[in-house]
């Protein structure tokens, strides 16, 4: 049995019925689920994952397969994959990442897998670039990635990209963009709460009511 084969045997035994429609009613009916909880699905893949980062290599068509099924855990099981196997993804393989962003695309895969690009842009600079560019792009999910990307930096992030990004976001009126600001802002001001009331006080006239209640939440 080859490894496709074998994750979707897996998901198919543990099928829940009545957590899927509950799942698929949660991400507005746009997608057939399984019913598998993210902490069981982990544990169901964790002896595979294991032996996989024994190759020290991803399996791009393994991951291409799994995107293109139709139930959203086998898109999800791409996200575990890549988030255990993050030492191995390098920058030449954003390209790949960005085309399963924008694909069967929502808010729950882009948050995913913006974390993994995250990862690579900690050691490999041109991340930044890349982001800035991102940033104006006219995918929605792209440029909310690309806000998001530094959201579990804490102290390593870089802030003058931060604003570059955000920034290059006012301009949106769209939801996912304009909470997604507001989202980094707020995670940011754990660490740093004079830098984002700052920010705040600079660009309140150019940023959406949403982000600025988003971004305020922790800041007194």
């Known amino acids: 049995m080859d490894k496709f084969a074998l994750i979707k045997v897996i998901l198919e035994k543990h099928r829940n019925t009545e957590n899927a429609a509950a799942m698929s009613k949660y991400m507005k009916n746009k997608f057939e689920f399984y019913g598998i909880a993210a902490p069981e699905r982990k544990e ?4 595979f994952i294991r032996s996989e980062k024994k190759t020290k290599a991803i399996d791009w068509e ?12 086998t898109q999800y099981f791409v996200y575990d994959y890549l988030l255990a196997m993050k030492k191995y993804v390098s920058f030449k393989d954003i390209g790949e990442i ?16 913006c974390k993994v690009i995250g990862d690579v842009g900690l050691r490999d600079a041109k991340v930044k670039e890349l982001m800035l560019e991102w940033s104006v792009d006219t995918d929605i999910w ?47 001001s754990k ?30």
């Not at 085309?99 to 882009?110: L, M, Q, V």
């Not at 660490?191 to 971004?215: Q, Y």
Request: proline fraction near 1%.
């Open 44 to 47: 169901l893949f964790k002896d």
């Open 62 to 73: 393994l991951l291409d397969k799994c995107y293109e099924d139709k139930y959203r855990e």
């Open 98 to 113: 960005r085309g399963y962003i924008i694909t069967k695309a929502w808010w729950d895969t882009t948050d995913f897998l």
């Open 142 to 188: 792209v440029r909310r990635a690309a806000i998001l990307h530094q959201l579990a930096y804490k102290d390593k992030t870089d802030c003058e990209l931060l604003e570059k990004i955000i920034c290059n976001c006012f301009d949106s009126d769209e939801f996912f963009i304009n909470k997604a600001i507001g989202w980094a802002l707020r995670e940011f």
């Open 191 to 220: 660490t740093s709460p004079e830098w984002v009331k700052d920010f705040i006080n600079r660009h309140k006239d150019k940023m959406n009511s949403l982000s600025i209640k988003e971004a305020s939440k922790y800041i007194i």
